[in-house]
């Protein structure tokens, strides 16, 4: 008996290889939007991949931890490469995620039977922003100190469990050498391991139900997924590698001033881009809305605008009877636009 | 004509072949650049280490006859101690068998390994247990009160 025999009899992969002779992915003018899922796993997995190393050299610490990244990025041999591709692929995946989400929502891909998987997409979406935001206060830079600062003193405004979220994160009523503990234990170990499960159901549910078709554009055809949009998949994962090592090189990502709880917050301070429509909408609100007060108001708008979000399969009755119905796409349309001009009013107006 | 034809066909088969080889070489340059980063990236930089080879161990008169006393040389730890004639002399503390940091016992009147129970004399000889070589000796010098340690 071959080894191939050997191994088949008890890992049984002939029907995973059957499985894969059968996927196809279908042909039409918008199936590029099938690679927006594969280019945010590829950011997903090369984060793993640089965190897992950066892990080597950080220390979690307020004394340690900003001398720990400037070791990195000065002393440890590629350490300034490692460090600026896992910024830069950091960005580059919030971006994909959202990229796939706009694919998928005016796709209307979330309809029957996806539902789930857009539910657990949306999910995915609060993850990769988590990770995002535990992330930046890592270098213990000064930017990142006052931004967490800001981040978790907004999410103290979110209606009754505001207070108690805030302690929680901070671990304290204030950013100290705590928040630095609990920012890398839940950025390295509990959103891993949520991001694992959510994912792992995510692709499952993707490989059960196989790629939507859009509803009201013409399918030429199909392709089979293995080799062919598989291969296509890997060209656009290689240049992505490429494209991020010449990025992260180019443009290395500035360590700043180690943060110091004593000094005053610096002028120019602002969220990281995928943060700015919400902080310049907060920021446009008058400070009394109907005499409650304007951040809380705006905290939860914003709340109440993600569950609509996760429940959007739910809410589009005519997509779930196969009909692409104008009113979502302006609705989606509308919805984007207002993140769009409230990001360009933030780097307009400055500050 | 007939000639081409017959020309071409094993011209395809290298075409594949050359592009089958390209691919793979290709991707074995790809490993290779992002292998070659990863690999140097995971070994340590070295760190600046102030590695006197000299160091004050002790006031002399801390050193009790039959008593010992561990410290730091070169970043590694070594025992400097008393015999009960009263001579001071100091030697690595680092086990020669598996790198455990040794002691002075009075009740032996020797040096002890609780690792795994390694003996040594008062010239850093093995007494006893599985050390396979003695402590090397260092030189041990007094000035005024303080019990200078030099490694040979």
Known sequence: ?351 | MDVDEVGERPQRIRRRTFLDYSFTAALAALAGAVLYPVVNFLIPPKTKEVTSQSVVAAKSAAIAANSGKIFALAGKPAIVLRTPDGELRAFTAVCTHLACTVQYRSDFQHIWCACHDGHYDLHGQVLAGPPPRPLIEYKVTVKGDDVIVTKA
């Not at chain 1, 209606?159 to 901070?170: D, E, N």
Request: a positive charge.
């Open chain 1, 1 to 351: 008996m071959g080894v191939r025999d050997w191994l088949n009899e008890r890992l049984r992969y002939e029907a995973a290889e059957t499985f894969l002779e059968k996927k196809e992915v279908p042909v039409h003018r918008y199936a590029v939007s099938y690679y927006t899922g594969g280019i945010t796993l590829f950011f997903f997995l090369i984060q793993v991949f640089t965190g897992l190393l950066l892990l080597m050299y950080y220390r979690p610490t307020s004394d340690a931890a900003f001398e720990s990244v400037r070791l990195i990025i000065s002393k440890v041999r590629f350490g300034w490469l490692i460090r600026s591709v896992h910024v830069w692929s950091g960005n580059g995946m919030v971006a994909a995620v959202i990229l796939h989400l706009l694919a998928t929502f005016f796709g209307r891909a979330y309809r029957k039977p996806r539902e789930l998987t857009w539910i657990s997409g949306v999910a995915l979406l609060a993850i990769t922003l988590a990770f995002a935001f535990t992330g930046y206060l890592l270098p213990w830079n000064t930017l990142a100190y006052f931004a967490t600062q800001v981040g978790t003193e907004i999410a103290g405004d979110v209606p009754l469990v505001g207070k108690a979220l805030l302690v929680l994160l901070r671990g304290g009523e204030d950013i100290t050498e705590a928040t630095l503990s609990r920012f890398f234990g839940i950025h390295v170990a509990i959103l891993p391991a949520l991001i694992t499960l959510l994912l792992g159901l995510h692709l499952l549910l993707v490989q059960i139900h196989g790629m939507s078709r859009p509803i009201s554009v013409r399918v030429t055809g199909s392709e089979r997924f293995f080799p062919e949009f598989m291969l296509r998949d890997f060209i656009v994962w290689v240049a992505l590698l490429g494209g991020l090592a010449v990025i992260a090189t180019l443009v290395p990502w500035p360590l700043g001033e180690k943060a110091d709880p004593l000094a005053p917050a610096p002028a120019g301070l602002r969220p990281e881009w995928y943060f700015l429509f919400m902080f310049q909408a907060l920021r446009m609100l008058p400070a009394r809305i109907l005499g409650l007060e304007g951040e809380m108001v705006g905290v939860t708008l914003f709340a109440i605008a993600g569950v609509v979000l996760l429940l959007v399969p739910f809410l589009d009755r005519w997509a779930a009877r196969e009909r692409s119905h104008p009113l979502v796409s302006i609705l989606g349309v509308v919805a984007l636009a207002f993140a769009v001009v409230m990001t360009a009013l933030a780097f307009l107006t400055g500050l």
